[in-house]
């Protein structure tokens, strides 16, 4: 499988895959960012992703792919810090605006981050016509997220501390993606690193969700929540995995904005899920978005 993939890398065949997996790891992160906003509380269901992924990592890790070698442990250590930084601004701006305003800022401010920081770490340069699918994407993600902004009627005495959160997460989105995409490159196997991420940096949060769940008043059923957690792990897997895999393929740049079509999906998650409006002008701003990526796909 590594093999296959590795062979893939400056072909055409690899451009597709790369496109293909952007677009994927657009549907499962948003379906995972819904999964922690939805019924439980977003600590505890992190929590619970992450004990979902030790238990499926750790046999992979040490059977399936070949050790880290090398400096590629120490690349894999960095990733601890960045994505407990981006898991810890997620949870608190889930946990004090809605879904649907948080989830559009995050995800608005990250990519033009990742051009400029995929820029001087890789070189990478956007054509004329791709800025114009960018300017045309950003606006759209802006513009869904100030149209919920004005109209949304929940947690709204918390929705600045909300949405200063989310622009913090959204800039740490940018870092975590230019530098998984520079180890993920560094690492001869790609999927020692990607099996290996996803092991040393789930140990955070089940201790973080375990204490706040033992000093909860009102303490939820663990079953449920166990069953989301290994839910969400899959779509961790699927999300963070594809996007990784698709920078090794393709431009940092490119999939990390195609990847912001996750808006979209997260919209329609909002609207058929939580029950959350989705109007005329708000399925409007959603096509900016996919309109914006077609742009930039074909200004490539």
């Given at each position: 499988?590594?093999?296959?993939?590795?062979?893939l890398e400056g072909?055409?065949?690899?451009?597709?895959?790369?496109?293909?997996?952007?677009?994927?790891?657009?549907?499962?992160?948003?379906?995972?960012?819904?999964?922690?906003?939805?019924?439980?509380?977003?600590?505890?269901?992190?929590?619970?992703?992450?004990?979902?992924?030790?238990?499926?990592?750790?046999?992979?890790?040490?059977?399936?792919?070949?050790?880290?070698?090398?400096?590629?442990?120490?690349?894999?250590?960095?990733?601890?810090?960045?994505?407990?930084?981006?898991?810890?601004?997620?949870?608190?701006?889930?946990?004090?605006?809605?879904?649907?305003?948080?989830?559009?800022?995050?995800?608005?401010?990250?990519?033009?981050?990742?051009?400029?920081?995929?820029?001087?770490?890789?070189?990478?340069?956007?054509?004329?016509?791709?800025?114009?699918?960018?300017?045309?994407?950003?606006?759209?993600?802006?513009?869904?997220?100030?149209?919920?902004?004005?109209?949304?009627?929940?947690?709204?005495?918390?929705?600045?501390?909300?949405?200063t959160l989310a622009?913090?997460?959204?800039?740490?989105?940018?870092?975590?993606?230019?530098?998984?995409?520079?180890?993920?490159?560094?690492?001869?196997?790609?999927?020692?690193?990607?099996?290996?991420?996803?092991?040393?940096?789930?140990?955070?949060?089940?201790?973080?969700?375990?204490?706040?769940?033992?000093?909860?008043?009102?303490?939820?059923?663990?079953?449920?929540?166990?069953?989301?957690?290994?839910?969400?792990?899959?779509?961790?897997?699927?999300?963070?995995?594809?996007?990784?895999?698709?920078?090794?393929?393709?431009?940092?740049?490119?999939?990390?904005?195609?990847?912001?079509?996750?808006?979209?999906?997260?919209?329609?998650?909002?609207?058929?899920?939580?029950?959350?409006?989705?109007?005329?002008?708000?399925f409007a701003l959603?096509?900016?978005?996919?309109?914006?990526?077609?742009?930039?796909?074909?200004?490539?």
């Amino acid at each position: 499988m590594s093999a296959f993939f590795v062979g893939l890398e400056g072909t055409e065949a690899g451009r597709v895959a790369a496109l293909c997996l952007a677009v994927l790891a657009a549907l499962l992160h948003a379906t995972f960012a819904a999964l922690q906003k939805g019924r439980h509380d977003p600590w505890l269901t992190r929590g619970s992703i992450d004990v979902s992924l030790i238990l499926v990592s750790l046999p992979l890790a040490l059977l399936v792919v070949p050790l880290p070698q090398g400096r590629e442990w120490w690349l894999i250590a960095g990733t601890i810090p960045i994505h407990f930084v981006y898991k810890l601004g997620m949870a608190m701006a889930l946990s004090r605006g809605a879904f649907t305003v948080v989830y559009p800022v995050v995800r608005g401010t990250a990519p033009l981050a990742t051009i400029l920081g995929a820029a001087m770490v890789f070189g990478e340069v956007f054509t004329p016509v791709q800025w114009l699918g960018v300017a045309v994407l950003l606006g759209g993600i802006f513009g869904l997220a100030i149209y919920n902004l004005r109209h949304v009627v929940l947690e709204r005495d918390t929705l600045v501390a909300a949405l200063t959160l989310a622009v913090a997460t959204g800039l740490m989105v940018a870092v975590y993606t230019n530098y998984d995409a520079y180890g993920i490159r560094a690492t001869p196997d790609p999927f020692t690193f990607l099996i290996w991420f996803f092991l040393v940096t789930a140990f955070d949060f089940p201790v973080i969700a375990a204490l706040r769940y033992r000093n909860m008043a009102n303490r939820p059923a663990l079953g449920p929540l166990l069953v989301r957690g290994a839910i969400g792990a899959v779509f961790a897997y699927g999300s963070f995995g594809a996007i990784m895999l698709a920078t090794r393929l393709d431009k940092v740049g490119e999939a990390a904005m195609l990847r912001e079509t996750s808006t979209v999906f997260a919209a329609l998650i909002g609207w058929l899920v939580l029950k959350e409006t989705v109007g005329p002008r708000r399925f409007a701003l959603m096509t900016m978005i996919a309109v914006g990526a077609i742009i930039i796909e074909l200004g490539a």
